[in-house]
């Protein structure tokens, strides 16, 4: 059985930092690619980083140049620091896996508030 938990999560004021940790069991980590995805109230979900097998990554403009995501196979994780935090980066954070035949699994997500 797939799991992803994601951690991390809270309340930062804008211009702070935070870093997202993404656990996954149930799967052989490192054939799998795994990004990281956002929704806010009354949006869509939209992809933030992606990070592929191989280490291979892409970043959504508006994130571009502030997180970074990166994996540790052996700890079966995959991780997003966020840095210069703004109020429009508030949403809901999402750990997605995707294996190299489609299959997909999603995280329950986890809260990132970025307010003063």
């Known amino acids: 059985q797939v799991q992803l938990v994601e951690s991390g999560g809270g309340l930062v004021q804008p211009g702070g930092s935070l870093r997202l940790s993404c656990a996954a069991s149930g799967i052989i980590f490192g054939v799998n690619h795994m990004g990281w995805y956002r929704q806010a109230p009354g949006k869509e979900r939209e992809l933030v980083a992606r990070?592929?097998?191989?280490?291979?990554?892409n970043y959504a403009d508006s994130v571009k140049g502030r997180f970074t995501i990166s994996r540790d196979n052996t700890k079966k994780t995959v991780y997003l620091q966020m840095n210069s935090l703004n109020t429009e980066d508030t949403a809901v954070y999402y750990c997605?896996?995707?294996?190299?035949?489609?299959?997909?699994?999603w995280g329950p997500g986890t809260q990132v508030t970025v307010s003063s």
């Open positions: 990070i592929s097998s191989g280490g291979d990554t």
């Open positions: 997605n896996r995707r294996s190299i035949l489609g299959a997909e699994n």
